[in-house]
DNA sequence: AAGTCGGGGCG
DNA sequence: CGCCCAGACTT
């Protein structure tokens, strides 16, 4: 057993029993809690969750309640906060372990694991906080810190990699509470060994900071640039009749968006808009361009979103889903739309 | 192993 | 503008 595994374990975690922060899903050991926070958590900031998980919980506050709910309700739940398959996994697990393991989340990596949208981290992380098994968490923060501090050089977007630090951990978590010392990594990583301008004079571990030794620590962690997002045009059409109902549309259940509402829009130009509009909704009504551009990036793709728009008479024959203000809050639109929303009808 | 899948904050 | 974030799934 290495002196320096001691030390770090010890180390890192007396630092974070003083310094931790005062999160929502860290006053509670309930395993279901737990996991809604850490799937609301994956690519995703910390204050950008603590709102969505505090109306998560009230509106399911249990597993069952969850279970039981529809998926249109959980898609609301999780309006604007992105990578929209995380809910329906997560609603798809939860509902399989009503089904299956009598509303409990299994006391059982190998089980947990098996269920939809729970992978190597997301398995490790409930089950080391919420039932301290000894299993490691690996995230981008744990990749970073551990690449200084063992100044591991390897490209972490390599799953390789992760399973390397993975390794380390194992060997760690022999010699401490799993659930302390898993959060504690994540937490140095979040507060101390950032990404940039680490605050390694505050940092508990500096001393044992290989990367630090070598004056390297922002070189650190080794990653591969990502794809620039490609370009695509948009067309979309804000159309309303005389009642003040909107004409809006469900995108389709797989793929970018799957599920959610938006205006009718096609990928192209104003032709093939009308072309959707009049095979789609019998809609033969002259769009008038309107000239401004909604810019909208993704992970991989950016967005020109081109806005037409069109009034009809009310008692022209209404094909499609039509909304007036109260009904449009119920559906979940991604942020793109909303923004549309809010300029051309003030929703 | 490489692509797909959101959105926001920050320098 | 590019980068990063408590990643998982598909092919």
Redesign the pocket.
Known sequence: MSLFAYQFTQDLVDWYESE??D?P??RSRDPYRIWI?????????????IPYYENFLKKFPTLPALANAHEDEVLKAW????????AR?LHG?VKEIAASYDGVVPNDPDKF?E???????????VMS?AYDFKEP????????VLSRVLYITED?????T?KQFEEHVREYLEMTEPSKFN?AL??L??LIC????PDCEQCPVSKLCVAREKGVVEQL?I????????DQQVSCAVIVDENERVLIEQ?PK?????G?WQFPAVLGHEDDLSSVLHDQYKLDISLQKESDVF???????KWEVSIYTGTIATEEDHQGVWVNKQEFQTYS???????IAKHYLGW
Do not use: C
């Open positions: 931790q922060r999160l899903w860290r926070s850490e799937v609301m958590l994956q690519q995703t900031r910390v204050d950008t969750v309006e604007g906060l992105g990578y929209y398959s995380r996994n697990a694991r269920l939809k949208g729970v992978g190597p981290y997301t398995g490790g992380a906080i968490a690996v995230d981008g923060n744990v990749m970073r972490i977007s390599k799953q390789k992760r959060q994540m937490e990583g979040a950032k990404p940039k301008k962690p990653k591969a640039k990502k794809a620039k997002p490609k995108r797989e793929g970018l968006l799957a959610l810019k909208h990036v993704f992970s991989h793709l639109f991604p942020v793109v739309y909303q923004k």
